[in-house]
């Protein structure tokens, strides 16, 4: 914030309160007009002064919004880094879930590691979205991983026996 903006806007006040005294002691009509149109002009300044202090200051603020929000983005980046670990889903295809020590009871009933779903390492990495991958099938058999989201394919060529118990407990949960 530059100060000589708010010296200079006291500093005019001062001469307009001046001038205003001054007007007030003045009977002369002429000499009235002059003080009066004076008295104006330092009021235009400090107006103008006051202007360019509000616009410094509403950019400032602009800034420091930013920098909130971006400090926030990252204090959210680095809490998904520390709950979540890179996996290997197959082949060396890795995919990010969650930390076993990050789930606790009150989120869901116990669930075994290896079913615990995974997200899309670069929906997680890039467009910082929590994507799950879905399981995809080729000929009516599990052989990898799909993101609904930047729709890349993790092939791992065989079927998951986890996945595939877990879609089995599913179907026959839904059968009437």
């Not at 076993?100 to 989120?107: D, K, L, R, Y």
């Not at 879905?134 to 026996?161: A, H, I």
Request: proline share 4%.
């Amino acid at each position: 914030m530059d100060l000589s903006f708010i010296s200079a806007a006291a500093t005019s006040l001062g001469l307009a309160r001046e001038f205003g005294k001054a007007a007030l002691a003045v009977r002369d009509f002429n000499e009235m007009a002059a003080i009066v149109s004076q008295l104006n002009d330092q009021i235009l300044k400090t107006q103008d002064s006051l202007f360019a202090h509000n616009a410094e200051l509403l950019r400032i603020q602009q800034d420091q919004f930013e920098s909130a929000q971006k400090l926030r983005e990252m204090q959210q980046t680095l809490d998904d880094r520390r709950d979540y670990e890179l996996v290997i889903i197959g082949k060396g295809l890795r995919a990010y879930q969650r930390k076993a020590s990050a789930i606790t009871e009150s989120e869901c009933a116990p669930v075994a590691a290896d079913l615990a779903h995974y997200f899309c390492q670069p929906c997680f990495e890039s467009k910082r979205i929590k994507s799950t991958l879905q399981p995809y099938t080729y000929m009516g058999s599990p052989t990898g991983y799909e993101c609904r989201v930047c729709k890349e394919r993790f092939l791992s060529g065989t079927p998951d026996p986890a996945v595939v118990g877990a879609i089995i407990q599913r179907r026959v949960r839904n059968l009437p």
